[in-house]
């Protein structure tokens, strides 16, 4: 019995210091929150306007676009392809365009992934610029 109670005590010391060591290390550091991104900005969509059911090849231009930077389309992130800080390109399914009116255009820079310790950039999102659907 007594061999039981010293093993008991000694697992229960073991316990006691690897969790006061792990709190320890879990703060010993201060997180820093990301920093703002880099805001693109569009100037103008080229075609501003398709008709329903069918496919557009759709150009963006305008600043500050980065090298993973998303068209979204009416909300929906489209495949997009980065060809310059100042355009980028997706064709926008026809089941994206099927319904006549207007239809809001951003673009999106994603964040960067910061370090152990915080840091990066959070993902800013352009205003929205209108396409029209005939």
Excluded: W
């Excluded at 920093?35 to 008709?51: D, E, R, V, Y």
């Excluded at 009116?101 to 993902?123: E, F, I, M, W």
Aim: with cysteine; net charge neutral.
């Amino acid at each position: 019995m007594k061999h039981r109670l010293v093993r008991n005590a000694a697992q229960g010391i073991l316990l006691s210091s690897l969790f006061a060591f792990a709190l320890a290390c879990g703060y010993s550091h201060n997180y820093t929150q990301p920093t703002p991104g880099t805001m693109p900005a569009i100037s103008q969509l080229t075609p501003a306007s398709g008709t329903a059911d069918n496919a557009v090849a759709l150009e963006v231009d305008g600043s500050h676009f980065n090298v993973d930077a998303v068209i979204n389309f009416n909300g929906t992130a489209m495949t997009t392809t980065y060809v310059s800080t100042g355009k980028l390109t997706a064709t926008v399914p026809a089941t994206a365009v099927m319904n006549t009116g207007t239809v809001p255009v951003t673009v999106t820079n994603p964040g960067t992934k910061g370090g152990q310790y915080g840091g990066g950039t959070q993902p800013e999102t352009s205003a929205a610029v209108n396409f029209t659907v005939n």
